[in-house]
Structures are given as C-alpha cells and as structure tokens.
C-alpha cells in the first residue's frame, strides 16, 4: 500500500470507508475545497461607510472535505466567521463544524446520518440549500432515506432539526416525504412517442415547540399551532422541445410576523410552459402565492430560519446597473408573478444574422400584489392579529410591485470583436419591496465590447447608463431622509468597465459607478485576479454602495464600504 492510500486510510478508518485488504475493490475518492474573503475595511464618510467593527479584518471562511467510496460516503465542513463580512446577520458570526454526515448506498437505497439538504419540486414546502453570498445555511440535521430500487419510482423520507446561524432547532423539529413516478418508465408507448411524463406528491411537517404571543394590549394569548402540514403536488410533460409544468401548494395555519399572526391557509400555485429547438428557445411562467411563509421559528427573522423558497419569476441580471434595484420575492402578503422570454438565433449569412449570426433574447417580468377585502372584526385597534385575515380573491391583483423588460442583442462584428448591446425598463415599488419609499422608473443602457486579441489575450470593455425618474412618494421619502442627516444616492447613474485577461492566469479589472445628478458619489473598484491550477486568487480596493445583493428572490441588505479585500479559493 503506497503512502496516499494509507494516509487516506487513516482518515477514513473510523469510517469503514477503505481496507489494506482489498484497496482496489473499495477505492476512496477525496475532494475537498477551502474558501476564505478577507476584508480590510475602511471609514468613508462621503459613501456612508462609517461603522465601527469589532476586528480590523472581517472574514469569512469555510473548508470542506469530502471521503467517497462505492458504498459509504463521509464529509464535514469547518466554518470560521467570528467577525463576518459586512451586510451579515449578527447570529451569522461563529466559528465550528456545522455540517457533518455519513452516506451509505447499497442498489438503490442511499441512507444518511448528519446535515443534508433536500428540495421537493420547486421548493414550495421544502428547500434547504447553502447560499454563501446570502448567508444562508439551512440544512437539516437528521437522518434522510431515498430509494431508487423501483424502475420508475423514487421515493425520500426525511426527519430532523434545521440550522438558524449557529442554533440548532431542537425543540422544533421538521419531518417530511416525497414521491416521484416516471411513466415513461412503465409504458413502452410513452418511450415510443419520445413522451416524459411525471407526477409528484410531498408531505412536509413542522413541529415548533409552542411560543408566547399575546394580542397587542391585552391579555389575551394566541393558541399557536404545534404542528404545521404542507403538501404539493405537480406533474410535469415532455415531449421533443415542449416542456410543460403545473405545481401546487397548501400549507396549514401558521401565525407568524410574516402575516401579522394570522389564521389563514397558505398556497402557492405555479405554470410553466416551455418551447426550445436550435436557435430557437421561449418560456411562459405564472405563480400565485399567499402566505407562504413557512419557517421553523415563526418569531424569528433572518434568510435561514425559512424551510421552504418561493421563485422571484425575475430576471437575474449581471451588470451592474441592472443590479441595483432587485426583486425580493414577498412571502406574507403573497403576489402574483409572471415571467416571459424569448430567444432567437438570427442564422448566418440571412439578412439580420450577417456574416457570423445574431442572438437575440427578450424577457419581460411582472410582479403585482394581492388584493386584500375586507377588514375583519377585532377589538384591538383595527389589528387584524389573532383572526383569519384578509381575504384575496384570486384573481384580482393589486398595485405593481415591480416590472423588467429588457432586451438583449449579441452580435459578433468580426472573428475577434463581439458586442452585446441591453436595454431594460424597471419599475420598482420601494414602499411595497422594503416598506418605505414610492415607486422608481428606470431605463438602462448597456454596451459590453470584447476582443479577443489572440489565443492568450482578451481585452473587454462596459459601458451603462440609467435614467431614473421617481413618484411623488419616493421624492417625499428621499427630502425626509436628506431632513434626517442622511443623503442617499438617487437619480441618474453612470457605470464604466475595462478588463483585460492573459487566459488563463491573470486579469485586471478597473470599474467606476457614478451616481450623476445625485449625491455625485464615485464607486471605483480595481482588481487583480490569478489562477494556477486549483488555486484561485482576487485582490480588490475601492468602494461598495449600499443596496441590497439578491439571488432568485431572497435578499440580504449590504452597506456602504471600503476597504482592501482578499477572496482565496482552493479545490482538492
């Protein structure tokens, strides 16, 4: 046995994951990865960077391994954040192994013991996942199964407490099912028509161990629901480039801050629709939700304490100035939401695609509230705290929360020079978004040119512009703000970007943000970037405005900073 095989073996020994027997026949893989975004940060009073922090250096870092084999699989994860990055949570800071877990497999059945994450269907009534750059973390600690041993069928059962930051849920525990059948594994007509066909049905339970809420002024106390159940069902067809989907939701009582401690049900209700063949690509996408916020501690705020995601239907935009005003999906008031885009390939040498061909895609997104009837009967001061709630009738919507249509052009202009050109429309309803403020309208420009000077050298180039106009609320908000000392950026912005990369070991970036008409404040940025093997490593100075960063509905709050900062990557 050679020395990596009897060091790996040391490892895993406790594990059963490797003889020096039989090495061949139970071969053990490694992986593993470390992170670590190391921040020296800076007091700048003109952008609002003015916090003092406990540490001169705030990082955050993580280190995985991974041990797997034919039959058992092992990894763990060691988290340092004692004095995290700014924009996070508080309870985020902390330092351990909050993600351990053994595997086993054995022809079809796969067995695990420790942190998991698992999601049914779109996540409706379960998502746990890990979001780095949100701060999310909210595996299950537990045991799951899932069997694979039925042509046709899977089938997952799981049990455990959920991860809030550094607390575990002991007392509020989370149980839940899932069953997924393929047909076309059944029926030999279905395989002979090219035709997919599947059908889901899960079972989510919540036990949270019950908590003190009494009606604002009184002393009456809320009787809380120990358990909570949640079910979905969809069913999915597939048939050449038609793609079609239909999900549903339920979930039970569940009074929470997110729904002014209310007794109504949840639901959430989703479409999609979709078409693609070369060249060719469309998609049609509607959800309804109401009340679905569904977490493990109905008293507690934060991006990991939910057990379940609802799809913002939103286009995740890239550059910059697209970025600014993102969409956070609304989980109590509930929304409507509706999502189309198109894409088409103008083919070479036709009139539009030219010499090389041309890329078009358009997408356009509509999110609206719910329209809420009816103030329900109750003593204490107009709250509608303790009953069922406002009533929605379903079809009615309410005012726009947001709006995005953009247009997006590719377009190679000779074998070296490719140009993209984007134009957006954004409406963005603050006061519905983050309660406060009026509505901003927005159009924004962008040109983003790359040439591709040979093999090893590309140099790029951006340049955006918004134009922004805000309602009468919004300008009463930004006068009261400035009346209060504060003097936030607003009005026009102007975003400038050059790259250049010696593929594939280095790239320096220079980008500055300018907020034109506004406060005039200057958001520079530079950056080094190197890559050699495994290892990958950024230096970056400059400035962060505040705002929000955002991914697939869910938002964390980022403020204004400064600083010199260090991101390392490594994977094993």
């Known amino acids: 046995?050679?020395?990596?095989?009897?060091?790996?073996?040391?490892?895993?020994?406790?594990?059963?994951?490797?003889?020096?027997?039989?090495?061949?026949?139970?071969?053990?893989?490694?992986?593993?990865?470390?992170?670590?975004?190391?921040?020296?940060?800076?007091?700048?009073?003109?952008?609002?960077?003015?916090?003092?922090?406990?540490?001169?250096?705030?990082?955050?870092?993580?280190?995985?391994?991974?041990?797997?084999?034919?039959?058992?699989?092992?990894?763990?994860?060691?988290?340092?954040?004692?004095?995290?990055?700014?924009g996070y949570d508080p309870d985020f800071a902390g330092w351990g192994f909050p993600n351990i877990y053994v595997k086993g497999k054995l022809k079809g059945v796969e067995l695990t013991a420790g942190n998991f994450y698992e999601q049914f269907g779109a996540g409706f009534i379960l998502r746990t996942y890990e979001d780095r750059s949100l701060g999310i973390d909210n595996s299950i600690l537990g045991g799951r199964i899932k069997v694979n041993a039925i042509k046709g069928l899977s089938i997952t059962a799981l049990g455990g407490i959920q991860r809030v930051f550094w607390d575990w849920n002991r007392h509020n525990q989370v149980y839940g099912a899932n069953v997924e059948g393929y047909f076309q594994d059944w029926f030999q007509g279905l395989r002979d028509r090219d035709v997919s066909l599947m059908a889901g049905l899960s079972w989510v339970m919540k036990h949270e161990q019950e908590e003190n809420a009494t009606l604002a002024g009184t002393d009456y106390r809320l009787h809380l629901p120990k358990e909570v159940n949640a079910v979905d069902a969809r069913i999915g067809f597939n048939k050449g480039g038609w793609n079609v989907q239909a999900e549903y939701a339920w979930k039970g009582q569940d009074p929470s801050f997110d729904n002014d401690y209310t007794y109504n049900h949840g639901q959430a209700i989703m479409l999609t629709g979709s078409y693609s063949r070369k060249g060719l690509s469309a998609t049609l996408q509607a959800k309804r939700s109401?009340?679905?916020?569904?977490?493990?501690?109905?008293?507690?705020?934060?991006?990991?304490?939910?057990?379940?995601?609802?799809?913002?239907?939103?286009?995740?935009?890239?550059?910059?100035?697209?970025?600014?005003?993102?969409?956070?999906?609304?989980?109590?008031?509930?929304?409507?939401?509706?999502?189309?885009?198109?894409?088409?390939?103008?083919?070479?040498?036709?009139?539009?695609?030219?010499?090389?061909?041309?890329?078009?895609?358009?997408?356009?997104?509509?999110?609206s509230g719910l329209v809420h009837e009816g103030d329900p009967k109750n003593p204490i001061n107009g709250s509608i705290m303790g009953t069922d709630g406002y009533k929605s009738p379903f079809w009615k919507m309410g005012h726009g929360n947001y709006w995005d249509f953009n247009l997006m052009l590719e377009k190679r202009l000779s074998r070296p020079v490719t140009m993209q050109f984007m134009y957006m429309n954004q409406m963005y309803n603050r006061k519905a978004i983050e309660n406060e403020g009026g509505k901003l309208y927005n159009n924004i420009f962008v040109v983003d040119t790359k040439w591709k000077i040979n093999r090893s050298f590309v140099l790029r180039g951006e340049l955006q512009y918004m134009f922004s106009n805000q309602d009468n609320a919004e300008k009463d908000f930004i006068a009261q703000e400035r009346a209060n000392g504060k003097n936030p950026d607003r009005k026009?912005?102007?975003?400038?970007?050059?790259?250049?990369?010696?593929?594939?070991?280095?790239?320096?970036?220079?980008?500055?943000?300018?907020?034109?008409?506004?406060?005039?404040?200057?958001?520079?940025?530079?950056?080094?970037?190197?890559?050699?093997?495994?290892?990958?490593?950024?230096?970056?100075?400059?400035?962060?405005?505040?705002?929000?960063?955002?991914?697939?509905?869910m938002c964390r709050y980022v403020p204004a900073t400064k600083g010199f900062k260090i991101s390392y990557s490594y994977n094993l």
């Not at 870092?61 to 041990?67: F, K």
């Not at 057990?307 to 956070?328: G, K, R």
Request: aromatic share 16%.
């Open 1 to 86: 046995m050679n020395l990596r095989h009897a060091l790996i073996c040391a490892t895993a020994a406790g594990l059963g994951l490797c003889t020096t027997s039989a090495p061949a026949q139970n071969k053990v893989a490694v992986h593993g990865s470390v992170q670590a975004d190391i921040l020296f940060p800076e007091k700048d009073k003109a952008i609002g960077a003015v916090e003092d922090y406990d540490s001169p250096i705030l990082f955050n870092t993580y280190a995985d391994v991974t041990l797997a084999s034919k039959y058992v699989d092992a990894g763990l994860r060691f988290e340092f954040m004692k004095w995290p990055l700014p």
């Open 290 to 367: 109401q009340n679905m916020s569904y977490r493990t501690q109905r008293m507690r705020d934060g991006l990991p304490a939910f057990i379940n995601y609802m799809p913002a239907f939103t286009y995740q935009h890239t550059y910059a100035l697209p970025a600014i005003y993102p969409y956070a999906t609304q989980y109590g008031p509930g929304e409507w939401a509706f999502n189309g885009s198109f894409g088409y390939t103008f083919p070479r040498k036709s009139p539009l695609g030219g010499k090389y061909g041309t890329s078009l895609t358009l997408n356009l997104s509509y999110i």
């Open 492 to 553: 026009d912005w102007f975003y400038g970007l050059v790259e250049f990369s010696w593929t594939p070991y280095l790239m320096f970036s220079a980008s500055d943000m300018i907020n034109v008409g506004g406060t005039g404040n200057n958001y520079y940025m530079f950056g080094l970037t190197g890559t050699y093997r495994s290892n990958r490593l950024m230096l970056s100075y400059g400035r962060t405005r505040e705002g929000f960063d955002c991914s697939g509905g």
